[in-house]
């Protein structure tokens, strides 16, 4: 059974950065398919962007040049770095696998607000 456990969120001004970490257990990390997705208050959650083993990354348009993920599968971490964050990025922020098949972790809330 694998575990997420996502940390590294917090409030923000519009333009700073955030670093969230998804730290995941099992051994079958190194080689699935990971991604970050997000949920808005009362919206669905959705994929912001996504890591395969091979570290080729895709982004959602709207984080496109303004979010990088990576991943260290020595530590069984994925991480997702935010700049130029925006008041819509805010939400409640999971890892997961893609698709997501592991059950879904506490999350980490973003707030970004003047």
């Known amino acids: 059974q694998v575990q997420l456990v996502e940390s590294g969120g917090g409030l923000v001004q519009p333009g700073g950065s955030l670093r969230l970490s998804c730290a995941a257990s099992g051994s079958v990390f190194s080689t699935t398919a990971m991604g970050w997705y997000r949920q808005a208050p009362g919206k669905e959650r959705v994929l912001v962007a996504a890591?395969?083993?091979?570290?080729?990354?895709d982004y959602a348009d709207s984080v496109k040049g303004r979010f990088t993920l990576s991943r260290d599968n020595a530590k069984n971490t994925v991480y997702l770095q935010m700049n130029s964050l925006k008041p819509e990025d805010t939400a409640v922020y999971y890892c997961?696998?893609?698709?997501?098949?592991?059950?879904w972790g506490q999350g980490t809330q973003v707030t970004v607000s003047s």
């Open positions: 997961n696998s893609r698709p997501p098949v592991f059950s």
């Open positions: 890591i395969n083993s091979r570290h080729s990354t």
